[in-house]
């Protein structure tokens, strides 16, 4: 995935203004990454409308950004509505490049990288070099 520096995305030391990252990824379309300083695996999900940790996650923060009621619903590909604990502004870091993005909390198995966090920051996917 190459990142481009946009909206809230913290530049870390690039020396063009402009941060580019290649994510290796670890298993198909999954990288690694981290939220609010914690190690974590994200799945690249095109299909998620945005962007979502686990509840399991969120227990792993050591200091926990206080969650906002969701203003939406989510509904999966199979129909089945989303139970979410709620969404905040944290910071999701890939190498050194650091993004301030919203983030909802529940509802999934995994996390995901939705299609809010890949079209904000211009996320591209190559294929042949399974990077993000």
């Known amino acids: 995935m190459n990142f481009k520096r946009r909206n809230g995305a913290i530049d870390r030391g690039s020396e063009d203004g402009e941060p580019q990252v290649n994510v290796a990824s670890i298993s198909t379309m999954v990288v690694l990454g981290?939220?609010?300083?914690?190690p974590v695996e994200w799945k690249i999900d095109t299909g998620a409308r945005s962007t979502f940790i686990t509840k399991g996650t969120y227990n792993m923060l050591v200091d926990k950004p206080v969650l906002?009621?969701?203003d939406s619903?989510?509904?999966t590909a199979n129909g089945d509505r989303l139970e979410c604990f709620g969404r905040a502004l944290m910071h999701i870091t890939f190498w050194e490049c650091v993004f301030e993005h919203e983030v909802n909390v529940g509802g999934v198995?995994?996390?995901l990288i939705g299609e809010d966090f890949i079209t904000t920051y211009r996320c591209n996917w190559d294929h042949d070099e399974v990077v993000m």
Do not use: T
Request: no cysteine; aromatic share 8%.
């Open 34 to 38: 981290q939220i609010e300083g914690v």
């Open 68 to 70: 906002a009621p969701m």
């Open 73 to 75: 619903s989510y509904v």
């Open 109 to 111: 198995r995994n996390n």
